[in-house]
């Protein structure tokens, strides 16, 4: 979690996402998986780690992802190689939601609905589509587990 607070944190004051901070998490992912005995997690980490990275990268190449947030997901994966795929999902279903109702907004204001070139910081989606991925897998609300 601190690690994706801190990055919601440089995303928004640089509008980038610290390479030696994932580098960081990624790698202490790792040791942790290594360090509970099952070789098997860090395996499945680098292999959800390798699919979030080549389902995502055509989005880095049309500049509609950046590189710091497939990192971040990735990251998620080395920690959360059984979450993950929710996550991401999660993470762009709310990034959708947040760009709708800017849009919404703007278009009550009579402002330009879009601006070319425009972007928002896609670590704030991810660190909110990991909260609730995270509570609702531990959520038994009326004998139903939300997330499995």
Do not use: Q
Request: with cysteine.
């Amino acid at each position: 979690m601190a690690t994706l607070l801190r990055a919601v944190y440089t995303d928004r004051m640089r509008g980038k996402i610290e390479n030696k901070l994932l580098l960081f998490a990624y790698v202490s992912g790792t040791i942790l998986n290594a360090l509970s005995g099952d070789l098997s997690l860090i395996v499945y980490g680098f292999k959800m780690s390798l699919v979030i990275f080549l389902l995502l990268f055509p989005l880095y190449l049309i500049k509609g992802l950046g590189a710091g947030d497939i990192k971040l997901l990735c990251v998620i994966a080395m920690y959360y190689p059984d979450k993950v795929t929710k996550v991401t999902i999660a993470s762009f279903v709310i990034g959708a939601i947040y760009i709708i109702f800017r849009m919404i907004i703007r278009a009550f204001k009579k402002e330009k609905i879009y601006e070319k070139k425009e972007t928002i910081h896609f670590s704030i989606p991810i660190m909110i589509g990991f909260c609730l991925v995270y509570i609702l897998t531990m959520v038994n609300i009326g004998g139903v587990l939300w997330i499995k």
